[in-house]
């Protein structure tokens, strides 16, 4: 028996990585994986296919310059194979657009000629990001890889192809169970699939007309790769090179006698997937897994049955076992929750906070789509050419489903058009495309490090300033579309009820009906409001040639972008099955306080507003919403509470009025509480010691207020956050400033402010001040994956108001200051939040 | 200072290479080593990388050793796991197609088991688990002591056989771990008066006996309950005021014995209070009627039917409490010793290995988590002989084994009284054929395999096979095979039909029972 193994390590750091993550990695990982590679294509059978994901190569280009120069010294003892992809490694399913599987395919193929000189119809294979698939994808993605030479090779886990050998009785497939109740006697059936022994050889499969080879990835040789360590006290299992040796010949002997009992004398294929990073970074033992990693290519050298293949040789020499199908992968079977069920097709019932990024995304795509039609109405126009009426309408329609649509767009721009324009939409194009990239969307979350949103908020700091520049010259040219109302009341986020969109130059805001809350809102700065050229020359320096650090948050930052809170989930099954809501922004609360306790009454911060009529035009964007719900409090006691939110946006503020009447309930004590809640957050990328904090200004009166602070965290000597409570009198505020730090990898630490002015005639007793979210996925996922405090979720605080002769009002203003000066001196008092000076802090654990 | 628990695990399989396959012969072997040395040998090596006092005495049968040295038996062995893991695969996807989820469930766990085991025989043990076993003592940690040549059981053997056994168990013994052995083990603890003198001679400093050998009482043992259908009568040994809690020197001789704790071998050989036979573990008896695996647990030991589905993780569970369990026996123990006024009390614990994984499937992971659990304890420790001492006091041991009855019966009944004319025949027709060694070399290679004939009908397994009317017709099968060949070498020799045809027959029985190689090169006789 001969047998071949394709190695295939996946190098990968996200866009927008964080500057100690990345750095860590390249100590541990990344440099070692070059040492490691130039001892072992010394090897006569070594061959290895690496995969360097777009984001990974773009930081390395703009960082790592000397590691370049190391790996392509490295690619000329001809052992190194490149596999080709995505070049901002998205979830491209995500998109809409057809085009952007070339676009991406393309921008990839142009990064790696730029950094290791491979052409795309010299890679190996190409990377499908997590392995995930539909039929679409396949289909597209094949469609676009023949557009520029590439193979249309991929690797796909094993359980992508059909296994089921059989179905039997009271099984899913027995229908007589299904339909009827009872098992079905004669559903016994063997199918005729491959079986599984044979699942190690190339396959081919079509889809739509468009043919592809597929080699399976077996899960097990990942695990077992480089399993030196225990993962819990009660896994023993621990891997020598010479075991997994023996497993992949075991296995590949296997297959082999499998398919010759099939009548076929071909070699088999092993394919080893894995993150790079398994080596060195994950285990912190960069030698131990060199050693480990060196013996196993050695046990492969000395046998002279197996050899290391690259995947496109591979198939060149053996060719395809036959065509079997691809069904929709299942990658991550145990991760679920952090794909399919998160919102991997976009805007789908999953993660709400995924869902606004996603939102926001088909905003740009409507924009884009409308921007295009006007070029290419211009584009006849300058042709002139005169199509009839179906014409007209089947060639406009053809070429915005092309997978050559942005090309042409592009084309037609450089050949007609001001260079302007042209760059506004090729940076409108990649930013867009920047914001599909996979790691926000699922796993890669840092709720420790501050980061927890982190990447979708940069990338939206980008994509608001895109919408802008977009909005404008749609304006120019004077494109009219409902898209671009400056207020809009439309199922945003199409979850079946309607938001209301409100859109100046400084904000997005969208507030949603149920809760009557703001679930979105996005500011920019002041600087740039309005000054596209400005904007423009932030994006082009940043993401022109995608910089590996930025500091976009002194210009654009997303205010109310909340993760989704444990405690405002709603639980469809008491064993589990919950939908969590985000957290947002001026939900309100009411109040009966009895005995010095507070009980909630009815369903102010979750039930449904009324829109009233908005006014919305170029200067001034306003709504109203309004809730009412009748209450017993106790039997025969009934009372009416009116609810009233206005909104409305001025020039550097979100103003906001709240009104709540009681009818038929002064005698009771009733207390309004809104929830003024921002997701920002600090954050400190190159030490991980993120700092933010709250300056209290206070009002004129001598009126004080208990204030309740939970949480404060403080970072400790190993770098783990430990928590605290603490509570003071303050002098009632009338302005209270939340600064948070921000540290960027490119060297600038900066402090952005958000302020809450609250004006209320109302006693106001407490104040509660309280990370936004304090968990999510509770019992879902691990516990200290669960927990997030201010430096993860942002802020929430709760002032809390009296009623008055039955009424409680206030009018609450919400401006920013992006890059600010700060003097803790400067506020009457002042209470670090995250890892500040604690003097003169009594704190309780 | 702590309490010292010696546990001393005896290892045998009788001489079965080329001796029939299935259902009797290599399988017993190719069972133990799959089930027991292999998982055993790993849990010990896990034990000591973590860092946990593992101490353990072995004994190994010179047949076994022969045996698991073979590069026959290494191929065989090899074929063995292939065809139970295929057998798996098989079972896997037929009771798939059945929708019997929870037996495919633990096909694919034997699948994944045997690959393992392939995967550790292969790679970890390079084939070589006697290798293995060397290298544990050769580190330290692992004391292994020698037994009879062929697992004769001693007390009713004639002199010179007796001689040949314990001299040809100490030669390979010295010739597979390259020292001179210190312990013996006495087959089923078969001891008489005298072999202690057999054993000095030899350089024994000490052997094992059970624990009525040296306290006196009624034996308890598993095999020594005798119940109304046995006809053997259940001698009460005289009490003698000695305890097992501490080692002994033969009167008047240097050479020491430990007797084995009564409570700590009830615990796991109880048939009525044993953990072996908890309702969680797995059934031994019954086999799937397609593949020969087993899926089934024990559920009630008193019936066969109605068994419910094994559950290995509940087991595993099972056994850490069992581990727990025991544990705490022996904690107990010692502290009532040290209220005897034992300061240091020893606690022997024999077993043998093949109660481990084979018989009783949990019992290895038992026994890692009782080490375990020692390595935690604050009154106990592991120890080998060596570690307690010299023995202070002498005692005089009854004539004894730890069969049924205490005595010889299980061995010596109307069932085998034959063969023991037999045994006794052959050892006296064998002394005659030794003029014949020096003649030629086919006549020294004939008087070499006459004695290797010799002592193969001397094991102690064909007897027990009888008795227990447990595979009879295999037992006498190779009884009648050994001593006919005896027999025919012997007739040869005499008649001087040094032929064509006998030397192609003896070639061909030197190759069917070709143990003992190396020590007939070295001077058998």
């Not at chain 1, 993550?21 to 006569?44: F, I």
């Not at chain 1, 480990?292 to 020499?317: A, C, H, Q």
């Not at chain 1, 495309?433 to 969307?441: A, C, M, T």
């Not at chain 1, 922004?585 to 507003?609: Q, T």
């Amino acid at each position: 028996m001969k047998g071949h193994i394709a190695f295939c390590p996946h190098f990968h750091q996200p866009h927008f990585q964080l500057h100690k993550t990345r750095e860590e990695a390249y100590t541990n990982s990344y440099l070692p994986w070059l040492k490691l590679l130039q001892d072992a294509v010394n090897l006569d059978s070594f061959y290895i296919n690496l995969h360097f994901s777009g984001p990974f190569l773009y930081w390395i280009r703009d960082e790592k310059k000397e590691y370049l120069d190391m790996f392509n010294r490295l690619m000329a003892s001809g052992k190194v194979g490149i596999i080709g992809g995505l070049a901002d490694e998205p979830f491209i399913q995500l998109s809409s657009r057809v085009d952007d599987y070339l676009y991406q395919l393309k921008k990839y193929d142009q990064l790696l000629q730029e950094t290791i000189g491979i052409k795309a119809s010299d890679w190996q294979g190409i990377h499908l990001v997590e392995r995930e698939c539909g039929e679409s994808v396949l289909k597209e993605i094949t469609r676009a890889a023949s557009l520029i030479q590439a193979p249309a090779i991929y690797y796909l886990d094993v359980e992508t192809f059909y296994q089921e050998h059989f179905c039997y009785p009271g099984s899913d497939n027995d229908y007589c169970r299904k339909h009827f109740g009872f098992n079905d006697p004669v559903s016994i059936t063997t199918i005729s699939h491959i079986p599984a022994e044979m699942l190690f050889y190339a396959l081919r499969d079509e889809i739509g007309g468009q043919a592809f080879h597929v080699m399976p990835v077996h899960s097990q040789f990942r695990y077992q790769l480089l399993k030196r360590q225990s993962f819990t006290s009660a896994d023993t299992v621990k891997i020598k090179p010479t075991h997994y040796y023996f497993y992949i010949k075991d296995a590949l002997e296997k297959a082999y006698q499998m398919v010759k009992s099939y009548g076929r004398d071909i070699e088999p294929l092993l394919f080893i997937f894995e993150d790079a990073e398994k080596f060195g970074q994950w285990s912190k033992d960069p030698e131990g897994d060199r050693e480990w990693l060196m013996e196993f290519f050695n046990l492969v050298d000395k046998d002279p049955d197996i050899s290391f293949t690259g995947l496109r040789s591979y198939l060149s020499s053996q060719g395809y076992l036959d065509s079997y199908p691809v069904a929709s992968s299942r990658s991550y079977i145990e991760w679920e929750n952090w794909t399919a069920k998160r919102g991997i097709r976009g805007v789908t019932y999953g993660d709400e906070r995924l869902r606004r990024v996603i939102c926001r995304l088909r905003d740009v795509e409507k924009l884009q789509e409308h921007l295009e039609k006007s070029i290419l109405g211009s584009y006849r126009q300058k042709l002139g050419i005169e199509l009839p009426t179906p014409l007209d309408g089947i060639v406009q329609r053809s070429l915005l489903e092309s997978a050559e649509r942005y090309d042409f767009i592009s084309h037609v721009l450089r050949q007609y058009h001001d260079p302007q324009l042209t760059e506004d939409y090729e940076l409108l194009n990649r930013v867009r495309n920047l914001l599909y990239q996979e790691d926000p969307k699922w796993a890669s979350r840092h709720p420790v490090y501050g980061s927890s949103p982190y990447y979708d908020v940069l990338g939206l700091a980008y994509m608001e300033m895109v919408i802008k520049i977009l909005r404008s010259r749609l304006e120019t040219a004077n494109v009219s579309n409902s898209d671009l109302k400056p207020v809009t009341i439309r199922d945003w986020d199409y979850d079946g009820e309607n938001e209301v969109l409100l859109e100046n130059e400084e904000q997005t805001l969208v507030l949603d009906s149920e809760g009557g809350c703001i679930s979105y809102h996005h500011v920019l700065a002041s600087s740039i409001a309005g000054d596209y050229s400005a904007m423009r020359e932030i994006i082009t320096r940043d993401l022109g040639v995608v910089k590996a650090y930025n500091s976009v948050f002194r210009y654009s930052y997303p205010l109310v972008f909340t993760e989704t809170d444990s405690s405002i989930s709603y639980q469809f099954y008491e064993e589990g099955g919950r939908r969590e809501r985000c957290r947002n922004s001026l939900r309100c609360e009411v109040f009966i306080e009895r005995n010095n306790e507070l009980f909630s009454l009815g369903d102010f911060d979750m039930g449904n507003y009324t829109i009233n009529e908005p006014i919305g035009d170029a200067l001034n964007q306003r709504v109203k919403m309004s809730y009412s719900q009748d209450i017993n409090i106790m039997d025969n006691m009934p009372l009416k509470i009116d609810l009233e939110k206005e909104f409305w946006l001025t020039q550097g503020a979100l103003q906001v009025s709240i009104k709540a009447r009681c009818h038929g309930g002064e005698k009771f004590n009733l207390v309004l509480a809104p929830q003024l809640v921002t997701s920002a957050t600090p954050s400190d990328e190159v030490e991980f010691r993120p700092r933010a904090g709250l300056g209290l200004i206070s009002a004129q009166d001598e009126d004080q207020s208990e204030c309740y602070i939970q949480r404060l965290s403080r970072s400790s000597d190993d770098d783990k956050l430990k928590f605290y409570n603490h509570k003071t009198i303050v002098k009632r505020p009338q302005r209270i400033d939340y600064i948070y730090q921000i540290r960027s990898g490119d060297g600038n630490c900066f402090n952005n402010c958000l302020s809450f002015s609250l004006n209320s005639n109302n006693r106001l007793p407490y104040l509660y001040v309280e990370p936004a979210v304090k968990h999510y996925y509770k019992n879902y996922v691990f516990p200290e994956q669960s927990q997030l405090g201010y430096h993860s979720s942002g802020l929430m605080i709760r002032p809390f108001l009296h009623f008055q002769n039955g009424e409680a009002a206030c009018n609450i203003d919400i401006s920013w200051k992006l890059d600010t000066a700060f003097e803790e001196n400067n506020y009457e008092q002042f209470i670090w939040l995250v890892n500040g000076n604690d003097s003169g802090l009594n704190l309780d654990k | 200072m702590n309490s010292k628990i010696l546990l001393v695990l005896h290892s045998h399989i009788p001489y079965v290479k080329r001796q029939g396959r299935w259902p009797f012969g290599e399988v017993w072997l190719f069972e133990a080593m799959a089930e027991t040395y292999i998982p055993l040998i790993q849990a010990w090596i896990h034990l000591k990388d973590a860092g946990i006092n593992n101490v353990l005495s072995f004994s190994f049968s010179p047949t076994l050793l022969e045996q698991l040295s073979s590069t026959y038996i290494h191929k065989e062995f090899i074929a063995y796991l292939q065809e139970r893991e295929a057998l798996a695969l098989e079972d896997e996807r037929y009771y798939m197609s059945r929708g019997e989820k929870d037996i495919a469930r633990i096909a694919a766990f034997y699948r994944r088991y045997y690959r393992d085991i392939r995967r550790d025989f292969i790679v970890d043990f390079n084939k070589d688990i006697v290798r293995a076993i060397k290298r544990a003592q050769d580190e330290g940690g692992v004391e292994v002591i020698a037994t009879a040549a062929t697992h004769a059981y001693l007390p009713l053997l004639d002199t010179e056989g007796l001689k040949n056994q314990v001299l040809w168990g100490k030669r390979v013994y010295e010739h597979y771990f390259d020292r001179e052995p210190r312990g013996f083990w006495l087959p089923e603890c078969g001891y008489f008066h005298g072999i202690e003198d057999i054993l000095i001679d030899n350089g024994f400093k000490y052997f094992y006996v059970d624990s009525h050998a040296i306290e006196g009482g009624k034996p308890i043992e598993v095999y020594s309950e005798g119940g109304e259908e046995t006809e053997v009568e259940i001698p009460t040994f005289a009490r003698t005021g000695l305890s097992t809690y501490r080692p002994y020197r033969i009167k008047d001789k240097e050479i020491t014995v430990y007797g084995r704790n009564s409570m700590v071998s009830h615990q796991v050989w109880s048939a009525d209070y044993g953990y072996p036979g908890d309702p969680d573990y797995r059934e031994f008896h019954k086999h799937d009627p397609r593949s020969g695996l087993k899926y089934w647990k024990v559920t009630d030991r008193r019936i066969f039917d109605g068994k419910q589905i094994y559950n290995p993780d509940q087991a595993i569970l099972r056994a850490k409490q069992h581990a727990v369990h025991f544990v705490k026996s022996l904690e107990e123990n010692s502290q009532k010793a040290r209220k005897l006024g034992f300061s240091t009390p020893s606690i022997v614990g024999c077993y043998d290995t093949e109660l481990f994984g084979h018989w009783w499937w949990e019992g290895v992971s038992w026994l890692e988590e009782v080490i375990k659990e020692i390595d935690l304890s604050k009154e106990l420790e592991l120890a080998l002989p060596y570690e307690v001492g010299p023995a202070k006091h002498e005692a005089q041991v009854f004539e004894s084994s730890w069969g049924m009855g205490g005595k010889h019966y299980v061995w010596d009944n109307a069932e085998t009284t034959w063969m023991w004319e037999i045994i006794n025949k052959a050892g006296k027709e064998y002394e005659t054929l030794k003029i014949f060694a020096d003649g030629s070399d086919i006549h020294r290679m004939a008087v070499c395999q006459a004695l290797k004939e010799l002592m193969l009908i001397q094991s102690s397994d064909w007897l027990f096979m009888v008795s227990n009317n447990l595979t009879r017709d295999y037992a006498m099968k190779r009884f009648f095979e050994h001593y006919t060949k005896l027999l025919r070498i012997s007739n040869c020799l005499r008649n001087n039909k040094i032929d064509e045809e006998f030397v192609k027959w003896l070639d061909q029985i030197q190759y069917e029972d070709d143990f003992f190689n190396q020590v007939s090169s070295g001077g058998l006789i």
